[in-house]
């Protein structure tokens, strides 16, 4: 498809991958595009961007189909960037699985000439080849509900695509950083200004760090060919471990934030917060709990636990830094934050993600190395004065 | 002192989280009633900040007060403001005054027909920090203004009621009339008039998410704005005087002051208090009770809300694009 004068329908328009699509979209291509935004009370920055690249806003949920129909008539191409962020683990899922679903289903009905997926190589799981396939497909995947919601939305999109004879196109993205990113750039530079971070193994693992303009080069490529149900991998050029992504932001910020622990100091990192926390809360809750006039009366019906969690839950879970790390880089009393438990397979996963296919087929060649990258984000960080 | 009796014209967010509460704390004041065609969400506001009259009709408000807050959509508030003071009753106007020099215009000449008050909300100029900048200045405690450079970026979603900040049409513009006009009237009530101009901006259609306004003033001192609504920027002014430096919030409750020579270790390392923001916004009620009853001028009138219109409107007639360096063309590399 030439992109040229044709409309696109861009979901998760508010969003980093999405945000920058747009621009690139209307800049480069003078597309015309749809941005659906979840609502006008949640619409922040990332929805002023899209409206100030000259997007549409269309506010409303991936799963109001009255919504999805009116934004996609008229339009030529699906960009699917969208995927639950907001609420309960059962509610972003329902957003990751079932608003993939009802949009290719309503974009097939509407004759959309291609829609292009974005997903995540985390839903390869644990264990993988040394290099993965893009055809790899992994008996055990993660505890980490994203991975599995975004398998399952694939799979959602495969069959409503395939019944409705819509080209489609899959990109399962590595770990994507760059200007307005959240997980891999604003998440780990706003922790690494407070605290000291906490890499498992030495940060050996392999990021399949890619910058956000060869993620957007991807999907204008796939874009550009015949959807034919492929499923294509995208990350950078470089092999790039999780210290040296990391540590490109500890450079920016001319701090040595990076701490080495092992998966065992870690559980007893979390062991010890969690011992400390329950020695502070206890006392906390059994005093909060006597002055609360409803207690007495829920006392016989309520669990205790679950009285006390709901108090103090947040406190609970925050992590603390009890012990000091043995391979702690420098003398330094800030915070350890340690990764959620349940992506360690990530951050530990030693393999590479071929992008062979997508090389191959799509022409795609990664122009972007962490160093290219880096300055570009590092630009924007300190304008974004996210580095002091 | 009788409060003066208000009517709440418009119940969207600035309502909720600005006017009313600063209402309940302003003895100077008492809101008689909400008007908001939503009329389940004004009953419910009106419930919850204990007002005992709800209307869906504008041309009602004199039923209830002697004067209007319009919280409205920018596009909407000419006709409000028309409406109000052919009933007789004085406005505070939510900013921006209007979307036009010449809408604008009309609701000075309405309002002198009517012989009331027309003030527009700065409610910045209402912080404790802008009245020490702005009796700091006025002192001449720094000397002569070289540099003005405010910073104000907020990427946080306001959850506005209505989709109308997206909409030039309505809102008048994007990050500068909506968010910056704020921080170009700071910095016309600091630093005077301006001489000369230069805009920037990230949109064509005057829908900026972000912005850089470079000013020579009058006086002689070179002032930057930068506003931003898709990123949170330090959201503070920093002005070099001869005679020292002085950092503030853009809104808050005190202010750095650094005298040239002066070392910067002499400086506390403890967070500033936080905003008093209720009773700033206590504290525009006041003032413009004060002008309703025929005290004196209100802080901010029709004429500065014109006058900011007047210099967005040249903003957006002279605006060169913003380039920012890491906003490059996406490289798309040939295959190897």
């Given amino acids: 498809m030439n992109l040229q004068g044709k409309t696109a329908f861009v979901t998760g328009g508010s969003g980093f991958i999405g945000g920058r699509l747009i621009e690139v979209l209307r800049r480069q291509y003078g597309m015309r595009v749809k941005a659906l935004v979840r609502g006008t009370t949640s619409a922040g920055g990332g929805a002023f961007r899209a409206a100030a690249a000259g997007a549409e806003i269309v506010f409303g949920s991936l799963l109001d189909e009255a919504v999805l129909s009116e934004a996609l008539a008229g339009c030529d191409i ?53 290099l993965v396939p893009e055809d790899f497909v992994n008996p055990k995947l993660w505890a980490w509900p994203y991975a599995h919601d975004k398998l399952d939305g694939e799979a959602a999109l495969a069959a409503a695509a395939r019944g409705g004879n819509m080209p489609y196109t899959i990109l399962r993205l590595g770990s994507v950083y760059g200007p307005y990113g959240a997980a891999f750039t604003t998440g780990p530079l706003g ?46 050029p470089d092999t790039v471990t999780w210290r040296e992504l990391y540590g490109a932001y500890d450079a920016m910020l001319g701090l040595d934030s990076l701490v080495a622990m092992t998966r065992d100091e870690m559980q ?26 409803g207690f007495r009366a829920a ?90 | ?74 596009h909407l508030h000419r006709p409000a403001a028309e409406t109000l003071f052919a009933a ?27 012989d009331r008050v027309l003030a527009v909300a700065m409610m910045r100029r209402f912080a404790r920090s802008a009245r020490y900048l702005k009796a700091l200045i006025a002192s001449d405690m720094l000397g002569p203004i070289r540099r003005y450079h405010a910073a104000s970026g907020a990427a946080d979603a306001w959850p506005s009621r209505s989709p109308f900040t997206f909409d030039a049409a309505q809102a008048g513009g994007g990050a500068l009339i909506s968010n910056g006009c704020h921080d170009v009237d700071l910095m016309l009530w600091l630093l005077g008039p301006i001489d ?22 009058r006086s002689g001192a070179e002032a930057i704005i930068e506003v931003s609504r898709t990123c949170t920027l330090s959201n ?54 004060a002008a309703v009853r025929g005290e004196r001028a209100p802080i901010a009138d029709g004429g500065t809300g014109r006058d900011m219109i007047a210099l967005v409107e040249r903003c957006y007639a002279e605006a060169k694009p913003l380039a920012f360096p890491w906003d490059v063309p996406v490289k798309i590399a040939v295959s190897a």
Avoid at chain 2, 88 to 99: I, R
């Fill in chain 1, 268 to 293: 007893r990192v979390r062991r010890g917060a969690w011992r400390k926390a329950v020695r502070k809360v206890v006392p906390e809750a059994l005093v909060a709990l006597k002055a609360s006039p």
């Fill in chain 2, 196 to 217: 000369t101009l230069a805009f920037r901006s990230d949109s064509d259609a005057r829908m900026e998410g972000n912005c850089v306004l470079e000013c020579r003033m």
């Fill in chain 2, 236 to 289: 503070e002014i920093r002005i070099e005087g001869e005679r020292g430096v002085v950092i503030a919030p853009l809104m808050g409750e005190a202010i750095t002051l650094l005298p040239h020579g002066a070392s910067a270790d002499l400086l506390p390392d403890v967070a500033p208090p936080p905003l008093q923001y209720a009773e700033t916004m206590a504290a525009q009620l006041a003032d413009f009770a």
């Fill in chain 2, 88 to 114: 007789g009753l004085h406005v505070l106007m939510e900013k921006p005054l209007a979307t036009s020099v010449a809408d604008s215009d009309a609701m000075i000449a309405a309002a002198a027909k009517a």
């Fill in chain 1, 299 to 388: 006392a016989g019906a309520l669990p205790l636990v679950r009285a006390g969690y709901a108090r103090f839950g947040k406190k609970l879970l925050r992590p603390v830094a009890p012990v000091a790390a043995k391979r702690a880089v420098a003398a330094d009393n800030r915070e350890i934050v340690l990764v959620p438990e349940m992506m360690l397979d990530y951050f530990d996963n030693p393999s590479i993600f071929s992008i062979d296919k997508a090389r191959n087929e799509l022409g795609y060649e990664p122009a972007y190395s962490l160093a290219e990258g880096m300055a570009l984000t590092e630009q924007w960080a300190r304008w974004a004065r996210l580095i002091p």
């Fill in chain 1, 78 to 130: 699906v960009f699917h960037c969208a995927y639950g962020t907001h609420g309960s683990a059962a509610e972003q899922r329902k957003v990751t699985v079932d608003g993939t679903r009802l949009l290719a289903q309503t974009a097939a009905k509407l004759g959309i000439a291609h829609f292009i997926h974005l997903g995540t190589v985390s839903s390869y799981g644990g264990n993988t080849p040394a």
């Fill in chain 1, 191 to 236: 922790t690494m200004r407070r605290a000291r971070l906490a890499l498992v193994d030495q940060g050996e693992g392999v990021s399949s760090a890619v910058y956000v303009d060869d993620v957007i080069q991807a999907m204008l490529r796939a874009a550009t060919k015949d959807g034919t149900g492929q499923i294509y991998m995208v990350r950078g």
């Fill in chain 2, 1 to 74: 002192m009788t409060p003066v009796r208000i009517a709440m014209v418009g119940c969207g967010a600035i309502a909720e989280l600005g006017h009313l509460p600063g209402a309940a704390v302003a003895p100077d004041v008492e809101v008689t009633v909400l008007i908001d065609r939503d009329e389940a969400r004004a009953r419910a506001m009106a419930d919850r900040f204990g007002i005992a009259h709800v209307e869906t009709d504008i041309a009602r408000a004199a039923d209830h007060a002697e004067a209007a807050i319009v919280a409205l959509p920018p």
